[in-house]
Nanobody, 126 residues
Framework: QVQLVESGGGLVQAGGSLRLSCVAS????????MGWFRQAPGKEREFVAA????????RYTDSVKGRFTISRDNAKNTVYLQMNSLKPEDTAVYYC???????????????????WGQGTQVTVSS
């Protein structure tokens, strides 16, 4: 079992920045990758970014490339999502997730993740 707790959401004006954090606890040694997803009202949950738990490989959805950066600190069992140049369309609940699935090509698929955090609200005003 892995427990995930997100923090760092809030209200920010367009063009601003936020950094989300996700602290993992439990059986983290078996985690293959960590991902961030988001869900806006009335929309499906969508992939934002993912990073391998070991190594430096990461992946982003096209709409956040160049603006968001995913990183991790294994010593702190924490994954971050630095979000810059925020836009109103980035408004959503952001979820952290962990997967044991050893297939990098699947990290953008929500149903391949084994554990989820409770989510943190990000609101970007225009």
């Amino acid at each position: 079992q892995v427990q995930l707790v997100e923090s760092g959401g809030g209200l920010v004006q367009a063009g601003g920045s936020l950094r989300l954090s996700c602290v993992a606890s439990g059986r983290t040694s078996s985690v293959y990758a960590m991902g961030w997803f988001r869900q806006a009202p009335g929309k499906e949950r969508e992939f934002v970014a993912a990073i391998k738990w070991t190594g430096s490989i990461s992946r982003y959805t096209d709409s956040v490339k160049g603006r968001f950066t995913i990183s991790r600190d294994n010593a702190k069992n924490t994954v971050y999502l630095q979000m810059n140049s925020l836009k109103p369309e980035d408004t959503a609940v952001y979820y952290c997730a962990a997967t044991y699935t050893v297939q990098w090509g699947w990290v953008l698929l929500a149903d391949k993740y084994d554990y989820w955090g409770q989510g943190t609200q990000v609101t970007v005003s225009s």
